[in-house]
């Protein structure tokens, strides 16, 4: 590989697994996010240019950290901004000198808490953190969140200007300010894991999504140990990501979770998710995620038992949607529904979901097809199967429900 592709590669896999480090750190003073992403986007520019000439650094993190900051000194120093900014805001400009960017793990959660902010509308709050702190591109954001891409940037465009505006300090708030945006924070993080799994992302974003997902969630568990939620959450990452590797084969098929060899899940992460749920269970207040995690513990049991107990799986999704009742929810009860009462009770529960989104709810007519080949009702599968198949994105998902279709009888033959 020529030095231009290495430092082109060296970039990308720094601003992959750093940039919202260096973004907490570099707006945390001024707290203008897009002044710190103006800063930041120059030094990754200066890199490009520079790293092919003086190869890569063996510090990347704390050159590009360097070279955004003298950028930002630039801007301040500036006489046309000397004219538009307060003195007092360009005086705390030097104070990130000497930062190492690996040792504040607290200023993304920081951040995250800047985003979750009660002066920030609350339907940006998640975008946001998905963005500034995970580095989540705009458009696989908007897709995510079904929004065209170009409002979806006007939005956080807006969330950024009002978090200069309003002044809000970059700081883990107190325990009084805590409740109020804990919620979107454990829901940022989460939306990073969500994101992973639909497969929206590039394979090496989805990557670096789950990892950073997971390192919030169990630093937040370290900072709030008594919070159920965070610890719920912390569990719930910890016991997806064991299983996340065998989704799919070698040669690249996706593997239904029957289909997975369990003997390949991480027991390591296994076992901290379940310490994770064993202590969020102890304080006697169950919620969401502590919920969530209970249903993956007990498909994460398969690995000691052999066998998947759908009973306690109905019990914890009746009870999930009795708390958050959403789409996806719905239709995993339905597939538990038709292990435990058969395909026809799944249906049913099926039948329930209506209006748009549940149309171009992928899962949902995914579960269906699989149902109604169950059920024995042929031309009915396959033209669900078409459907699913439609609102497919991912290759690996989409090739194996091809493949589903295909085995489902012709009728007509």
Not at 251 to 263: K, V
């Amino acid at each position: 590989m020529d030095e231009v592709a290495t430092a082109w590669v060296r970039a990308e896999a720094t601003a992959r697994t750093c940039y919202g480090r260096l973004l907490a750190l570099l707006a945390a003073r001024s707290g203008d996010i897009v002044a710190a992403e103006d800063a930041l986007a120059d030094a990754f520019e200066q890199a490009l240019t520079r790293w092919p000439d003086t190869g890569v650094p063996d510090n990347p993190q704390a050159w590009l950290l360097t070279v955004a900051r003298n950028r930002q000194r630039d801007r301040y120093r500036s006489a046309a901004h000397r004219t538009s900014v307060a003195l007092d805001e360009a005086l705390h400009l030097h104070t990130v000198d000497g930062l190492d960017p690996d040792a504040i793990p607290e200023q993304r959660l920081a951040l995250l808490f800047v985003c979750a902010h009660p002066a920030i509308e609350a339907t940006i709050r998640t975008p946001l953190m998905l963005q500034t702190v995970l580095g989540v591109a705009s458009q696989d954001i908007a897709r995510a969140f079904a929004v065209p891409a170009p409002t979806m940037l006007q939005r956080l465009v807006r969330a950024k200007r009002r978090i200069r505006e309003a002044c809000i300090p970059f700081t883990i708030p107190d325990r009084s300010a805590m409740p109020g945006r804990l919620a979107a924070v454990l829901e940022a993080v989460y939306g990073a894991y969500a994101i992973d799994w639909q497969g929206i992302a590039a394979p090496t974003e989805r990557e670096h999504l789950s990892g950073e997902a997971l390192h919030l969630a169990e630093t937040l568990a370290g900072l709030l140990p008594d919070e159920p939620e965070v610890l719920g959450l912390a569990a719930l990452i910890c016991l997806s990501s064991a299983r996340h590797r065998t989704r799919t084969a070698p040669d690249g098929r996706f593997l239904a979770p029957a289909e997975q060899d369990t003997t390949a899940w991480n027991g390591e992460l296994i076992d901290r998710g379940e310490r994770y749920l064993r202590n969020a269970h102890h304080l006697r207040r169950p919620g969401r995620f502590q919920l969530e995690a209970a249903i993956q513990s007990v498909h994460c049991a398969r690995r000691v038992t052999g066998h998947t107990d759908w009973a306690a799986l109905r019990t914890l999704h009746q009870a999930l949607i009795s708390v958050v009742p959403t789409l996806g929810g719905t239709v995993s009860l339905a597939a538990v529904l038709a292990e435990t009462d058969g395909p026809q009770a799944g249906l049913t529960l099926l039948d329930t979901l209506t209006g748009p989104a549940a149309q171009r709810f992928q899962p949902a007519w995914a579960a269906r097809a699989h149902l109604l080949a169950r059920a024995g009702d042929t031309d009915a599968a396959r033209a669900a199967f078409s459907k699913a198949i439609s609102l497919t994105t991912e290759a690996a998902v989409r090739q194996h429900l091809v493949a589903m279709r295909e085995q489902v009888g012709d009728s007509t033959g």
